[in-house]
Every structure is written in C-alpha cells, then in structure tokens.
C-alpha cells in the first residue's frame, strides 16, 4: 500500500511516466483489494457499512453514520494525515470507492474530509473518470450542497488541468445549479494556473465571458506574464474587482521585477499602487 501511495502522490505532482501511470492504472484495484485490513495503534476499525445504504443522506444521517478517524493530535508535522491513516482509507476504497467517498463526506473536520476526497478520487479515477462522473450525476446531488461541491471541485479540477474543454461540457451538460456554476468556477480556478494560454485562447472564442473566468485568467498569469495579466484585468465589467485584482497583480510585478513594472507604469499613467506611492503616477 506504500508502493500505492507513492505512486499516486507522483501522479498528482506531475511526475512519473505514462507507462508507469498506464500499469498503476492496470494493477492499482487488483494490488489493494488483497491488502489485509489490519487495526493500526490509535486507529479504530471502522465499519464496512456504506453511506448509500442509509435511507436519507441529510447533515444529521451523515453524522451518525460517520466512521471513526484519529483526531486532529495525530496528523504529521506538516498538518497531514498519516500514510497509515490514507492506507487504509484507500484499501476500502478499493473494494467499494462510492461508498467509501460517501463515508468520508461524512467526517466532520474539513481537513480530514479534503485530504482523504482527493486521495480517493485520484485513485479511483487513475483508470478513468467514467465510473466516478456517474456516481456524481446521480448520488452527489442527494448530499448536502457544501459537502458534494467539495467532491465536485475536485473531480473537475483535476480534470480541467488536463482536458478542461471537455470538463467544461459535462459541467454544462449533466449538472444543474448550484452545482453547474460551482463546477465551472473549479474548472477555471485549475485551468488558469495549469494552462493559462490555453485557457487565454478559449475565452477569446466566446461571447462575453463570466468575470470569473477573466478573473482566474489573470491569476494565473500573475507570475509568467504580469504585463498580460494587467491587459486582461480591464475586460473585467465589475470594476471594483477589477481594481483589487490590478493592485494584487503589481505588487507581485513590482517584488518580481520592478523596473519592468515601474516602466508599465510610467506608460499607463492610470493605475497607481497604494502600497507603493512613489512608483503611482497620478493622471
């Protein structure tokens, strides 16, 4: 289970080869399901029950179903689970991965519940997406909204940094509100870190864009490319956010390179740093 682990942390940083995420994908199910599940110090075994065989998944069912899980006193160093903790978490998962998400939305701490969503759904859609986008289409929506948004924002974030057109058509395609807008919202947070050119491209293509787009388009080009990130930040129509946002861009350029962002100012002489009254200067 160790070998899982650190192959699916290197799958979610990027790092390992196709082929070794092609045969992780082939043998992940079969290498876990055999994996004995043993009652660890400080762990408490947990029931097998799932989640969906409870009659109405409300706030109040979800608590009194929830399985038990070591305090916050026995996180790491670093404020994460331990790898015992996710070992077994993703054995379970392995044998029944709906019902163990739906135990694990459960869980009352928010930073238990995020830490063991992602590790879930990445390995339950190392081998592809299909199976989890359906159990979202017609279980997530039954949960409360706060606690199926938090599986949804993953699903297709994770999704958006590799293929975020077709995300963005399943959002639009299979969800309803609240979740449709939620999920695009993920889907342009992830996209605009990952890819912004790509994502530069596909705003241009459409018709008067949410703000939230633009908005995460600047985000994420903040770092590779201020000057751009600067020209974006005046298509946003809320001009209020659009203020905070240019200030937010600037001073990162100015801590950066500030003599390429002193030149963009003396250039554009409407846009002044409050933070940084000697390089504004005024109309």
């Known amino acids: 289970m160790g070998n899982l682990l650190y192959q699916l942390r290197l799958r979610r940083f990027g790092v390992g080869s196709a082929l070794m995420v092609s045969l ?3 043998a992940i199910w079969l290498t876990v399901s055999n994996l004995e599940e043993v009652t660890k ?76 969503l992602d590790w879930i759904l990445s390995a339950w859609t190392i081998d592809g997406r299909s199976p989890a986008l359906e159990w979202f289409e017609t279980t997530a929506p039954r949960f409360p909204e706060d606690r199926s948004g938090e599986v949804l924002d993953l699903l297709v974030g994770s999704w958006a940094a590799e293929d975020a057109e077709s995300a963005i058509e399943w959002v639009n395609h299979k969800l309803d509100e609240p979740h449709r807008t939620r999920g695009l919202q993920a889907i342009a947070s992830s996209w605009g870190h990952a890819n912004p050119q790509g994502m530069e491209t596909w705003i241009l293509a459409q018709d008067g864009p949410q703000d939230f787009w633009v908005q995460e388009l600047v985000q994420g080009l903040i770092m590779s490319d201020p000057r751009k990130a600067m020209e974006w930040s005046t298509r946003l129509s809320d001009t209020v956010l659009a203020k905070d946002i240019q200030q937010n861009v600037i001073q990162s350029w100015l801590l950066s390179d500030p003599a390429a962002a002193d030149d963009f100012l003396r250039q554009h002489l409407a846009f002044e740093v409050e933070t940084k009254p000697e390089t504004a200067i005024a109309e």
Request: proline share 10%; glycine share 8%; aromatic share 2%.
């Open 24 to 26: 992780l994908g082939a």
């Open 41 to 116: 110090p400080g762990l408490a075994r947990q029931p097998n029950d799932s989640l969906s065989e409870i009659e109405a998944p409300t706030t109040a069912s979800l608590q009194r179903s929830r399985p038990a899980l070591p305090d916050a006193g026995t996180h790491t160093a670093d404020g994460q689970l331990p790898d015992e903790t996710i070992n077994l978490w993703l054995g379970r998962a392995s044998r029944d991965p709906a019902g163990t998400l739906e135990q694990v939305m459960a869980l009352d701490d928010p930073h238990q519940r995020q830490e063991l």
